[in-house]
């Protein structure tokens, strides 16, 4: 690299979602209806995140803008840019359009990163990483990670497909096999076409083939990631295994527990007879004990942007200026945010008097 093209990442400065747009910067096809789109910032900007968390991008499709959370796939070791591997189902709308319309040199805007499911959050001495489909992101990203930092992590990494067209990442994850001293992959395909080549597992995952992918996997930290009926599908292989629950790590745009979280210092107990005033908009409503910071704004002809509306993607986050707040998220706030006086509008009710910059 030329020098005058240098940069020390401690002279530049974070991405901030709430003034920056993201540029696409390179598109890559993966597999059949899966491609990995690649953003950056621009102005000198780095990207902080932890490996295995997501990102909220706001699509503009036929519909109307959408929100969507993605998994990053790419490593915060390497924060000049950021990466999303987008897989499109039958009945996609914003993934659609990303393959069909999103190229170099357009323009997003995001919110994040965010999100609790992350091998930094739970350092282990072994690792197993459980993936189906498009589940194989988050886990993709805790492995690149661990490749750079940590070389010599103990990882056994499962990956399950239908055929073996659609193992996404697989050449890069062979080599990583090859290349890392103690990085175990296998990858299982449900059928394999007449004359196909196929030496891996064949089937579903079950209780056997998981004891000879992990022997010891009552000893490891799992992660597990994929549609809705293959996470249902571990949980139950490692119940009858004995694991220890509480080792198990899920991603799901669901929340799986609560945090509560409240601003102002005082248990939020009773909200009647407050008001909650929109200072940018000029409105003032009144504040009743069951409906959110969002409820109350949709009810004034007021928009602020969501996605999943559950308080785990960031993307409905406001400034309040004043009064308390009883917010109950599910990671997709970071406690220095809490502490500048953000909250997520979806799972924030105002106590008393309270007012935001909205």
């Known amino acids: 690299m030329a020098a005058a093209g240098y940069r020390h990442i401690d002279a ?5 979602d709430r003034t920056q747009a993201l540029e696409c910067v390179g598109v890559v096809a993966e597999c059949p209806n899966v491609a990995s789109f690649t953003f950056r910032a621009g102005d000198d900007t780095w990207f902080r995140y932890l490996p295995g968390q997501f990102i909220t991008l706001e699509l503009p499709t036929d519909r109307g803008t959408v929100l969507r959370p993605y998994t990053l796939s790419s490593t915060p070791t390497r924060p000049w840019s950021i990466t999303v591997s987008v897989k499109a189902q039958a009945d996609s709308v914003g993934t659609r359009w990303m393959l069909d319309h999103l190229r170099p040199g357009m323009r997003l805007r995001a919110h994040g990163p965010a999100g609790g499911f992350s091998s930094a959050l739970h350092p282990a001495q072994r690792y ?3 993936s189906a489909g498009s589940g194989i992101t988050p886990m993709m990203s805790m492995a690149r990670a661990a490749q750079d930092l940590a070389p010599d992590t103990d990882i056994v990494f499962v990956h399950c497909a239908q055929r073996p067209g659609e193992l996404i990442f697989r050449a890069e994850l062979e080599s990583m096999a090859v290349r890392l001293p103690r990085f175990a992959l296998a990858s299982m395909v449900e059928s394999v076409a007449p004359g196909e080549a196929w030496s891996g597992y064949r089937g579903r995952l079950d209780g056997a083939s998981l004891r000879r992918m992990a022997p010891d996997l009552l000893g490891r930290e799992v992660f597990c990631c994929g549609p809705a009926p293959f996470m249902q599908a ?3 292989l490692l119940a009858a295994a004995g ?9 799901s745009f669901h929340p799986a527990s609560v945090d509560v979280t409240t601003a102002g210092g005082d248990d939020a107990t009773d909200a009647a007879g407050g008001e909650l005033v929109f200072v940018t908009s000029g409105v003032t409503v009144p504040v009743t004990p069951d409906q959110t910071i969002l409820q109350l704004a949709r009810g004034a002809g007021l928009n602020i942007p969501t996605g999943c509306t559950m308080g785990l993607c960031g993307t409905c986050k406001v400034h309040c200026l004043s009064g308390k707040t009883d917010m109950h998220h599910s990671g997709g706030i970071r406690q220095e ?3 500048a006086g953000y909250v997520l509008a979806c799972c924030t009710r105002p106590v008393g008097h309270v007012e935001i910059a909205v």
């Open 12 to 16: 530049a400065k974070p991405w901030d």
């Open 128 to 130: 197993l990483f459980l």
């Open 337 to 339: 945010e809490i502490d």
């Open 234 to 236: 571990v949980r139950d």
């Open 243 to 251: 694991f220890d629950p509480a080792h198990r790590h899920e991603e």
